[in-house]
């Protein structure tokens, strides 16, 4: 059986969680989801857990810069690294690695995230940064030297979806994936790629729309700018649809498309995990293509392989 690496999965862990819903006592109504059991219990995940499969854990979208000043919440992300650290340090047959969460209302914390934690603890493989931080694009210019840090340091970023609070629509059959696609648009257009030609990012739900909308983009952007949408890497959390996922294989190649699921979100009781293997299982694509997806692009990518 093909060992898989799932690059996306989702923790919420007790401390965190505990100390996140004194902040908001709303946040359960905010976030329904996060009453799954598997994002909070270990135990629980344990009973659920794929076979063959070791997942890359990150927070789910709750993040302390929201409630809290600079310097309070710089102080809660670190004590959410080191609960995500001795987490992954304690269930190493399971988790292949973890990402880490920044403040972004605390930029100078946050580079140091990237430039001590991160290098020093060699289960954390990267930082997660979502699409709109405080109301602003992850491209806003304040937000720059976590891209400069995190590509000089050879830091990976996991980039996921929030919503853009401005508009009253917001679902995430949908709007996450706009976020996700203007998130990449603003990224190369920022010229981020040309000045950091060292920086990573991964893309959560199959690079979004921007597979769909190739055409687009390589007839109405610059040649410069179009060919930068092809060095973002994005995993396979689409639910499954195996024709989506050739279109993403086909766009993107098969290089940088790793296997990723949502784990333990997507479907009851503990994620997509094998509705996603079984599409990817059904593409036409060689044997080896799909052991890079399920395996050899993240062991490239993250260098994993000394932790499985």
């Not at 989801?33 to 709750?62: C, G, W």
């Not at 973890?98 to 430039?115: K, L, S």
């Not at 590509?151 to 706009?178: C, G, M, Q, T």
């Not at 920022?190 to 920086?199: A, D, I, R, T």
Request: with cysteine; glycine share 4%.
């Amino acid at each position: 059986m093909t060992m898989k690496i799932d690059v996306f999965a989702h923790v919420l862990l007790p401390e965190f969680y505990k100390k996140m819903l004194e902040l908001d006592k709303n946040l359960v109504e905010k976030m329904p989801f996060i009453q799954n059991p598997v994002l909070t219990d270990i135990k629980a995940r344990r009973e659920h857990m794929p076979i063959n499969t070791k997942q890359i854990i990150s927070y789910i979208n709750a993040n302390p810069e929201d409630y809290l000043d600079s310097d309070t919440a710089a102080i809660l992300v670190n004590e959410a690294n080191e609960e995500l650290l001795t987490t992954i340090q304690e269930n190493r047959d399971i988790f292949a690695g973890g990402v880490a969460m920044i403040a972004m209302n605390n930029i100078p914390e946050a580079v140091r995230v990237i430039e001590e934690f991160v290098p020093t603890h060699p289960e954390v493989l990267g930082i997660q940064v979502f699409t709109r931080h405080l109301g602003k694009s992850i491209s806003y210019k304040a937000y720059k030297p976590i891209f400069e840090a995190a590509a000089r340091l050879d830091v990976p970023l996991w980039l996921h979806p929030v919503f853009d609070e401005r508009k009253p629509e917001n679902n995430i059959i949908f709007s996450w994936e706009y976020e996700l696609t203007q998130a990449m648009l603003e990224i190369v257009q920022s010229g981020y790629f040309k000045e950091f030609p060292n920086l990573k990012i991964l893309i959560h739900h199959g690079g979004a729309m921007v597979p769909y909308f190739a055409g687009r983009i390589e007839h109405i952007l610059p040649e410069t700018q179009a060919s930068d949408f092809k060095k973002f890497y994005v995993d396979t959390a689409l639910l499954g649809n195996t024709k989506a996922l050739e279109l993403c294989v086909d766009y993107y190649g098969s290089d940088h498309v790793l296997f990723g699921t949502d784990a333990p979100l997507g479907i009851l009781p503990a994620g997509a995990t094998e509705t996603i293997a079984n599409a990817i299982e059904e593409m036409d694509l060689s044997i080896d293509d799909k052991k890079k997806i399920f395996s050899g692009n993240a062991q490239k990518l993250y260098n994993v392989g000394n932790l499985l």
